[in-house]
């Protein structure tokens, strides 16, 4: 394969460069080598620290020669450097340490660094060009071990060069090139993109539908890489995923087990396999904050309770087992389910377990996480359920936008047939496959098997790092009788006997142990009263901040500031978050993100305070805002706007409203398949909020906050369900009072009537 050696470069650790010796002639001489003959490029360190600094951030470099004698050369250079070495091998176990020295005998050489090294070359024993030949070698063989089965191909395929006759029409991108809006695109996404867009024309490269070739090397590294027995790649997101697996094991009228706080894609899964709903019910603490479904709820004897309570499920079908559960782990906050205690419950009474893990794919990749993950190590027991994993690898991975994976551990006694199981993968998997996204599921498969760990745990120590900066501050600000935002995070961590305030525990201990994010009673930071033990965990990298106006009991004070103010004040500079309730955003800390992203945070936050404080007026805070609303913003303030709304949401009860209305399960009227199949019938029609009641809604509504289904379709708007019209009604005055503010509310849209927005939601005809 084509890789430009130039692009990878060479890092030279040596004092001696600038000296005037033979030693610092000869690497002179070595580097003009590399550099004009070798096609190389040289960037030099001239300390141990300063190299593994470098190498820290640049995940880019091709090899590391290691001027053995550094410290006999410079007297102020802290490492030995068969520590650097061994650092080097911590975070990268393959690319090439060449060590040169020329005042150590071999015998004397430490074993432990001779293990680690690729090469040892004496300075002067060999002619410049035959050394430099020696670095090139290795940094070839270094770079010919990136590539994984699948990318491997197709970067050896696209590079032949050869005539297409097959699709796709543009045929590697020429057919672009014969318009300008087509040169436009070509120009800006760059040639090896259209070359690399191939077709099923192509034998090399495999078949994703049958899972042959290349393709199936690839799933089956993905599978062992991410501890399932099978993995399968979906490239139309985690919300298909979820379809293929409810497809592959249920049908009309079997009965599913549903975590309420669910994706829309498993609503839209009981839709097409036409089940029958259970819900299990999750906590929610006085911030509103989304917890845990109680272990309780996962016992036989409370599922079956269900079942004979339900008024959808016939009486001749309650006696059948539950062939699904669906749990959404972690949830959008970060809490994450002991997966090995649910097990035990759910083994006796569900025959297909399924945790929704769309933002959870690096969980195996990091110590952090044991046991609470889908495919977490577990002695197999013959009465062990299959489990089925949905990961959205492009989320906190690595992958493309709609690249996931599907990960299935098979049962104790229940193994998963592949060719029964590709039947319903086929019926949601297109033909024409885009082949980027393949690689770059086998591409994020590869980068946490080389690395995962050294990754994982540097983004959750700048997490920890982050989370105690914020608790500091929030501290530092209280001390003076002054207000910032805080963390959504333990107050108080026990460590090595000592109990001390969050910002002052050891970073590396909360980075390198799970127990301070583990939920208990005795520490009730989370607000989940009657948690269970070792059941939960706080994932240190999804990050909720809090905002002044809500206290942990749920009380709120005079002066508070709404969540919705913060973010859209960030996105102004750019800054945007994952997701918004009241008082409370979610940031996460993934992969892509840096230090000076957290930098950047900070200062805007810091940016808001002073703004807020000072009363900024709207106009230059927000002036599209005041622009398309002067008769409500005109002339207002940052701090006024935030108090008007905060004591709105107050004086409105919206938070418990919002409480009310997600703790009761509406009566089911029809099944959500059958309220889909009176929308294909066209027996549908809009019914405004105002004269919702005693209606049913076809589709599913769910506002955002919190993100979970509210109403189902074929639930029934009647007084047991006064609490979930209550609080849209006060969603919809909310957004009339503040214009500009409007939630997204999935299922529910948007009329303007003689001045006012009203809110509508497609419901069935009345007989």
């Known amino acids: 394969m084509k890789t430009e050696k130039s692009q990878w470069p060479i890092l030279l650790v040596s004092k001696q460069l600038g000296a005037d010796n033979d030693d610092a002639f000869r690497l002179r001489e070595l580097i003009a080598e590399l550099e004009n003959v070798q096609d190389c490029t040289v960037i030099v360190s001239c300390s141990y620290e300063d190299a593994l600094e470098i190498s820290v951030s640049r995940a880019d470099l091709g090899t590391i020669i290691i001027d053995w004698d550094l410290p006999l050369e410079n007297q102020l250079e802290a490492m030995t450097p068969d520590a650097f070495v061994a650092a080097i091998r911590q975070r990268n176990r393959t690319i090439p340490l060449i060590l040169l020295t020329d005042r150590l005998e071999t015998e004397n050489l430490p074993t ?32 010919q071990s990136f590539y994984p089965p699948f990318f491997g191909e197709l970067v050896k395929y696209a590079e032949q060069y050869k005539y297409a006759w097959h699709t796709p029409g543009h045929l590697g991108g020429q057919g672009f090139l014969r318009s300008p809006a087509g040169v436009a695109m070509y120009k800006y996404f760059g040639e090896n993109v259209f070359r690399s867009d191939l077709s099923i024309s192509v034998p090399e490269l495999g078949s994703l539908l049958d899972h042959e070739g290349v393709v199936c090397d690839a799933e089956r590294n993905s599978a062992r890489a ?60 006085k911030r509103g904050i989304i917890g845990p479904v109680r272990l309780s709820e996962f016992t036989p004897a409370s599922i079956r309770q269900k079942i004979d309570a339900s008024t959808l499920i016939p009486a001749e079908l309650k006696k059948n087992p539950v062939k699904m559960s669906a749990l959404t782990n972690s949830t959008y906050d970060g809490v994450c389910y002991n997966v090995v205690n649910i097990k035990k419950q759910l083994e006796k009474s569900v025959e297909n377990l399924h945790f929704d893990e769309a933002w959870y794919a690096y969980a195996c990749f990091s110590p952090m996480y044991k046991n609470h993950y889908g495919m977490a190590e577990d002695e197999l027991q013959a009465d062990h359920p299959p489990i089925f994993c949905s990961q959205s690898t492009h989320k906190l991975l690595t992958a493309f936008s709609q690249a996931s994976m599907l990960h299935i551990k098979n049962g104790g006694s229940i193994r998963i047939n592949p060719d029964e199981f590709n039947e319903s993968y ?49 501290r530092e600000f209280a001390a003076r009788g002054d207000w910032f935002f805080d963390m959504w995070q333990p107050r108080k961590v026990k460590a090595d006997g000592r109990t001390v305030d969050f910002c002052d525990a050891e970073t590396d201990y909360l980075a390198d142990h799970q127990e301070p994010w583990v939920m208990r009673r005795d520490n009730n930071w989370h607000g989940f009263d009657d948690i269970e033990d070792d059941y939960v965990m706080l994932d240190p990298i999804k990050l909720t901040f809090t905002t002044p106006g809500l206290d942990d009991d749920g009380r709120m004070g005079n ?28 940031m996460l800390n993934s992969l892509g993100t840096t230090r000076a992203k957290q930098g950047s ?31 409500r913003y ?19 009860d919206m938070l418990g409203k919002m409480q009310a209305a997600f703790q009761i399960i509406p009566d089911q009227a029809l099944k959500p398949a059958d309220a889909y199949h009176e929308v294909v019938r066209r027996n549908v029609e809009y019914v405004f909020l105002d004269a919702m009641m005693n209606r049913i809604p076809a589709v599913m509504m769910v506002p955002y906050p919190p993100g979970i289904p509210i109403m189902m379709g074929g639930e029934k708007m009647n007084e047991k369900a006064r609490p979930i019209f209550e609080y849209l009604k006060a969603r919809e005055d909310f957004e009339n009072e503040f214009p500009g503010y409007e939630g997204d509310i999935h299922g529910v849209e948007r009329e303007v009537r003689d001045g006012r927005t009203c809110f509508k939601t497609m419901c069935i005809k009345s007989k």
């Open 112 to 143: 432990d660094a001779l293990a680690e090294i690729t090469d040892c070359l004496w300075k002067t024993a060999d002619p410049v060009p035959f050394r430099a030949g020696r670095f090139v070698d290795a940094l070839g063989r270094y770079l």
């Open 559 to 586: 002066r508070g500031i709404p969540a919705g103010i913060v973010t859209n004040y960030l996105i102004d500079r750019n800054i945007v978050c994952e997701k918004t309730d009241y008082y409370s955003f979610l």
């Open 226 to 285: 991410f501890g399932a027995d099978q993995t399968y790649y979906v490239l139309n997101g985690t919300s298909t995923v979820n379809q293929i697996v409810w497809r592959s094991q249920l049908v009309r009228d079997d009965i599913a087990f549903v975590d309420r706080n669910c994706h829309k894609s498993l609503n839209y899964a009981m839709v097409i396999t036409e089940a029958l709903p259970v819900y299990m019910i999750p906590r929610r603490n």
């Open 426 to 474: 086929m019926m949601h998997g297109s033909t024409s496959p885009q082949y980027s996204m393949i690689a770059s599921l086998d591409v994020a498969t590869k980068m946490m098997q080389d690395n995962g760990g050294v990754m994982m745990r540097d983004i959750i120590l700048e997490a920890v790092q982050l989370r105690k900066k914020t608790a500091s501050l929030n």
């Open 601 to 631: 945070l900070l200062a805007a936050l810091l940016q808001f305070k002073r703004d807020f404080d000072g009363n900024t007026p709207l106009a230059d805070i927000f002036p599209a805002l005041v622009d398309a609303h002067g008769e």
């Open 634 to 652: 005109a002339g207002v303030g940052l701090k006024d706007h935030c108090l008007n709304m905060h004591r709105y949401i107050k004086e409105h």
